[in-house]
């Protein structure tokens, strides 16, 4: 069974830092890039950050560069985002996401609010 479970989520005031984590199993890990989306009320869902699994390159939007950072230990299957100044306009809710030219797959997210 393929799983995605993020956990990390909470309330912070504005300028905290949080770290998400996303721990996969039912797939072969190292094999999917693996992201982060994140969905505000009435608004799309958008991508925050993503890694490789061939060479650990790195991708950000704009609105996250220089304030979070994303890495993965291949050993225990999991993804780090590490999200440090945050803004109110970080809230959202944030999923964990696994994709290759093949599959792609979704955790159920975790809740991140941000107050100011």
């Known amino acids: 069974e393929v799983q995605l479970v993020e956990s990390g989520g909470g309330l912070v005031q504005a300028g905290g830092s949080l770290r998400l984590s996303c721990v996969v199993s039912g797939f072969t890990f190292d094999e999917y890039v693996i992201g982060w989306f994140r969905q505000a009320p009435g608004k799309e869902r958008e991508g925050v950050s993503a890694?490789?699994?061939?060479?650990?390159?790195?991708y950000y939007a704009d609105s996250v560069k220089g304030r979070f950072s994303i890495s993965r230990d291949n050993a225990k299957n999991t993804v780090y985002l590490q999200m440090n100044s945050l803004k109110p306009e970080d809230t959202a809710v944030y999923y964990c996401?696994?994709?290759?030219?093949?599959?792609?797959?979704w955790g159920q997210g975790t809740q991140v609010t941000v107050s100011s």
């Open positions: 996401n696994a994709i290759n030219l093949r599959s792609t797959y």
């Open positions: 890694i490789s699994s061939v060479d650990d390159s790195t």
